[in-house]
């Protein structure tokens, strides 16, 4: 049974220590590099808090946030820099916590679009997030990702 434990424990710490280290994303406000140009979180904004609602109906976000979460709503800019200009997909968009764990967008605009080089797609992604989740990023596709910082995080 020790030696069982003990390769159990040295399992673990190896996987640790064998993992690829974490590219930190850019802090709240900052532009990074996306997959054709330049990425931008303007806000991140509690739904439960500012009352907004999509401009039209939407059965995802029909019933309250479960018990435990809460769901926040990011404006991101998107300006496309590249001579093939930049592609917007929201599913490629998730969050990241500390640890494994990632969300979708329960809710997003606007649909699949392509800017051309110079221009900028203003977005919005909601997500259901645990209260207690932190250090949560945006991953975006080919960049560092974009921090969320703190603000959102309800005060229980």
Do not use: K, N
């Not at 995802?60 to 809460?70: F, I, K, Q, R, V």
């Not at 969300?103 to 977005?123: K, L, Y």
């Not at 991953?139 to 229980?156: C, D, F, K, M, N």
């Amino acid at each position: 049974m020790p030696v069982a434990l003990l390769l159990l424990v040295g399992a673990v710490v190896g996987s640790v220590l064998m993992a690829a280290p974490r590219t930190p994303p850019a802090l709240l406000g900052a532009s990074a590099t996306v997959d054709g140009g330049l990425g931008r979180i303007q806000g991140v904004l509690p739904t439960e808090v500012d009352g907004w609602s999509p401009p039209s109906p939407s059965a995802a976000l029909a019933e309250p946030a479960t018990d435990g979460s809460h769901r926040v709503r990011i404006l991101l800019e998107l300006t496309a820099m590249e001579e093939d200009g930049l592609s917007f997909d929201p599913s490629r968009y998730t969050v990241s916590a500390l640890g494994a764990e990632t969300w979708e967008a329960v809710w997003s605009s606007p649909a699949p679009s392509t800017a051309r080089q110079g221009e900028t797609i203003d977005a919005v992604l909601v997500f259901e997030l645990p209260d207690r989740a932190i250090d949560l990023t945006l991953q975006v596709p080919g960049g560092p990702g974009l921090s969320l910082g703190e603000g959102h995080h309800r005060g229980e």
